[in-house]
Every structure is written in structure tokens, then in C-alpha cells.
């Protein structure tokens, strides 16, 4: 039992130390304004000066083939071709989720999609002027765990420059040039598969509810025998945030901790994935917990 306890252990750090990055290209992208101007489809601008400029950004990816498994950060990455020199290269603007189904061949391209204003995150692009070659990569990490793990529609995101902003400009998926299509890519974690890592002769067991959560979720954990276990917070990298206990546990009878993810120790916990993890001498049970904010 014990060389099983161990081997687990070495499979749980291991798991959490091995990263790889996917890539997605768009599904659908296109820019939309409202007054009239015939598009084109390899071009993708941003800019606010009022009613008659005034255009936004909406992308899309599929991300059926990805599934839930773990991962430590999501980033969007844009090119921009153009800055107007009126902005002095920069264009303050804000992502959103999208929050209507839409597709870029049927969606009318003078009509500003809807978007839920709560999942706003705040960027600026600044930069050179005029014809440029620049890239910029935005994290979008709390919506892609809204997207696989909170089951969130995805509808992708659009850009909103904010009220007076001049334009920039990026390519789109269609721009003759491959190297500059916008993409997105998720910095994975080696996938851990539950049932590999608890114990199936385990005398433990644990349940973390809700999850996901904000702020503060339940560890409820009991065992069959009485016993020493110790029960503690993992982020996504192996490192101990917190020990919630740590003591006797007596058999049959349920325990409960409340992890307030809101802040720890006087610093600040990020949204992100987390494992909470309970060790007696013979056993060991994992479980993922997503804290969204």
C-alpha cells in the first residue's frame, strides 16, 4: 500500500510539472460597424470616434476537441498592421464574451453583436504608428475557464475600442498572409486523470462543493478508520497555498473546511485551476477545484 501511496504522489507532481502549449485559429472573425462601409474580409479594425466610425471586433474558436483538462493560462494573440498617428499608436479598449450565437458567412456586418458587459477585461494597444508588424498577446485566461469548465456558451469574444479611441487595425483568418492570422493558445498541464491518482482501495474520501467557486468553497472528508490525514490546497505548478487540516480523523465520522479563495495569507489569489489534496499514511485523494473571480 505504501509503494502505491508513493507512486501516486510521484504521478501528481510529475503531472503538474509537464506543460505544452495548443494552438486554435479562428472559426469565424470579422469586424462590424454601423455605417454602411463595405468590408473587407482579410482586415479587422478597431476604433471608437463616434456614430460614424465606430467599429468592433468579434472572434471565435472551437474548442470541442479540447475538452476540460487542466491548464495554466489562455492568451489571444493579434497582429496589427496599422495605428492611426491621430492616437499616437494607441487604442484603449475593452474584450467581452459574446453572448449571442453568430457566425461570420450570415452575421450582418453593420450590426454590433451583443455581449455580457460582467466578463469585461480591460486592454490597450499601444505601439508604433502607421504600417506596422506587431503583435500583441491578451489574456484571456478567465474566459476560456468560463468556456470549459462553467459551462459558459461560447460564443467567442468581441473587442470594443472605448469612447474616442482612434483605429487599429489586425488581420483576420482570411489575410493572404498565414503568419499573421489571429490565434489563440492554452498553456496545458499534462492531463490528470482522477481515477489514476486516487487509490482505489482507499479508506478516504472527499467532496469540494461548488466548484467552481467564488469566493470560498466546502472540503467535506471523511474516513472509514480512524486515522492521521492531512488536507491542503495545490495550485496548478505543485505548490502548497494552504493546509486546512491536519490532525486525527475519526472513522465514519465528516469533516468541513471552507477555503476562501478570496485572498491568502494577505495576498491576493488569482483565478485559476487548484487541486485540494487528502494524505493519510496509506492513502492519497486528489481533486480539482476551478476558482473564478
Known sequence: ???????????????????????????????????????????????????SDYETIMVKFDLSEYGNDPFTSATLNLHRFFA???????????LYLISEDWDETAWDQH????????????YVFSGPTGAQNTWYEIDITNFVMLWLYANQPNYGLCIVADAGEHHSKFDSKEDSNENFHPYFSIQTTTKI?????????????????PNPFNPQTTIEFTSKITQEANISIYNIK???????????????????KIWNGSSENGNTVNSGIYFSKIKTKSDLQVKKIILLK
Do not use: W
Open 1 to 51: 500500500m505504501k509503494i502505491i501511496s508513493l507512486v501516486l504522489v510521484l504521478f501528481f507532481c510529475i503531472s503538474l510539472l509537464l506543460a505544452d502549449e495548443i494552438q486554435f485559429f479562428p472559426s469565424d472573425d470579422m469586424y462590424t460597424d454601423c455605417d454602411g462601409v463595405s468590408h473587407s474580409i482579410s482586415d479587422l479594425f478597431l476604433v471608437n470616434e463616434g456614430a
Open 84 to 94: 492611426c498617428g491621430g492616437g499616437g499608436g494607441t487604442t484603449s479598449a475593452k
Open 111 to 122: 450590426t454590433h453583436i451583443s455581449y455580457n458587459e460582467e466578463t469585461e477585461i480591460e
Open 193 to 209: 486523470d482522477e481515477n489514476k491518482i486516487i487509490n482505489v482501495e482507499s479508506n478516504i474520501s472527499m467532496e469540494n462543493y
Open 238 to 256: 505543485g505548490e502548497k497555498i494552504i493546509t486546512l487540516f491536519d490532525g486525527l480523523l475519526t472513522a465514519n465520522e465528516t469533516y468541513r
